[in-house]
T-cell receptor, first 113, second 115 residues
Framework: GNSVTQMEGPVTLSEEAFLTINCTYTATGYPSLFWYVQYPGEGLQLLLKATKADDKGSNKGFEATYRKETTSFHLEKGSVQVSDSAVYFCALVSGGSNYKLTFGKGTLLTVNP | DADVTQTPRNRITKTGKRIMLECSQTKGHDRMYWYRQDPGLGLRLIYYSFDVKDINKGEISDGYSVSRQAQAKFSLSLESAIPNQTALYFC??????????????FGPGTRLTVL
């Protein structure tokens, strides 16, 4: 079956530091990959996505590249802000018509001023 | 106005009580989902519905039931709540009629505590 493994948190950084949150996956076929973000007290929001190998998703300064050879989709940001403090979830949807999301366990990021 | 709404936002109940969580959407999406979130476990799918007449169990459906009353409404019921159902519950929607069919849109969540 499908699975997503992301680095365990919590991750604590100072403002303007570089961020990497690792995500690897196991899936049949060619999945679409996502990063969702959950700000305190809110639901999940789609942050970025990639639908095929070597695609790069980007949004709000965050980037992630779909690496089929390493089955990875690591999230990066060059300079984090306090407002980036949130829980980040890596997720995938496998091929076919069911569109069921499989989530990683989430990584809590705290950015200090 | 929120596109996906959930009521109530918070609920405290006692073991054995029947509880219903409601989800409504104004996005016109055909598919709806219920997830629960537990610390350190991510989100797990409880039930999903592809349309009003198509309801499917997810990975953790035991102890839960659902009703798709209309395309816009999808309710989750706990017939006899137990403490290990204490969690944050999310409703989500997706639209198969677009090129973004594999994106899901989440409500704000319902925090349920079972004493």
């Amino acid at each position: 079956g499908n699975s997503v493994t992301q680095m365990e948190g919590p991750v604590t950084l100072s403002e303007e530091a570089f961020l990497t949150i690792n995500c690897t996956y196991t899936a049949t076929g060619y999945p679409s990959l996502f990063w969702y973000v959950q700000y305190p007290g809110e639901g999940l929001q789609l942050l970025l996505k990639a639908t095929k190998a070597d695609d790069k998703g980007s949004n709000k300064g965050f980037e992630a590249t779909y690496r089929k050879e390493t089955t990875s989709f690591h999230l990066e940001k060059g300079s984090v802000q306090v407002s980036d403090s949130a829980v980040y979830f890596c997720a995938l949807v496998s091929g076919g018509s069911n569109y069921k999301l499989t989530f990683g366990k989430g990584t809590l990021l705290t950015v200090n001023p | 106005d929120a596109d996906v709404t959930q009521t109530p936002r918070n609920r405290i109940t006692k073991t054995g009580k029947r509880i219903m969580l409601e989800c409504s959407q104004t996005k016109g999406h055909d598919r709806m989902y219920w997830y629960r979130q537990d610390p350190g476990l991510g989100l797990r799918l409880i039930y999903y519905s592809f349309d009003v007449k198509d309801i499917n169990k997810g990975e953790i459906s035991d102890g839960y039931s659902v009703s798709r009353q209309a395309q816009a409404k999808f309710s989750l019921s706990l017939e006899s709540a137990i403490p290990n159902q204490t969690a944050l519950y999310f409703c989500a929607t997706s639209d198969t009629a677009t090129t973004r069919a594999n994106e899901q849109f989440f409500g704000p969540g319902t925090r349920l505590t079972v004493l």
